[in-house]
């Protein structure tokens, strides 16, 4: 396998079905919604920006952001399927899309949010110099950050 063939790909009539089929492990299922919701989404809030995540042309996990105010976008959804994890692609993945919401979108920063149990996203995003700044409003999420003058793949 060779990560050079992730590429990130609109979500269409012709894939959508894959995509809603992708799923994470029984013990990552609390942690994140359903790409088949998140799809719902995006088609009907022009801000959400949702793409597959594909292996050779394959969707193999699920991205959407959301560009607020300010010139900041919101990651809110990140899922590689749980038959594709721990091989890399998820790392290569994210390089891609930060690379793709810095060309497009042009941000000051860049926030995602998780679980706070969830010790593995945490690791992960901190390795692209994501840094908590707290609990989301409603007291569920870890909310960590980005300047994107700074920010580099730290892997």
Not at 41 to 54: D, G, K, L, M, T
Not at 59 to 72: H, K, S
Not at 120 to 132: I, L, P, W
């Amino acid at each position: 396998m060779t990560l050079s063939a992730i590429t990130l790909t609109n979500i269409t009539r012709d894939n959508y079905e894959d995509v809603c089929d992708l799923d994470v492990t029984d013990e990552q299922q609390d942690y994140i919604a359903t790409n088949t919701w998140s799809i719902v989404q995006s088609v009907f809030e022009p801000n959400y920006q949702a793409r597959a995540i594909c292996l050779n042309n394959k969707p193999v996990g699920f991205v959407m952001w959301v560009i607020e105010a300010n010139n900041t976008v919101s990651v809110w959804r990140f899922m590689i399927d749980h038959h594709f994890q721990n091989k890399g692609i998820g790392r290569e993945a994210f390089k891609i899309i930060l690379g793709e919401i810095k060309q497009t979108i042009k941000p000051v920063k860049i926030i995602i949010g998780y679980n706070p149990a969830n010790l593995t996203a945490k690791k992960f995003y901190a390795k692209f110099g994501f840094a908590e700044t707290g609990m989301d409003d409603e007291g569920e999420d870890m909310m960590a950050e980005v300047i994107c003058q700074s920010l580099t793949a730290h892997s």
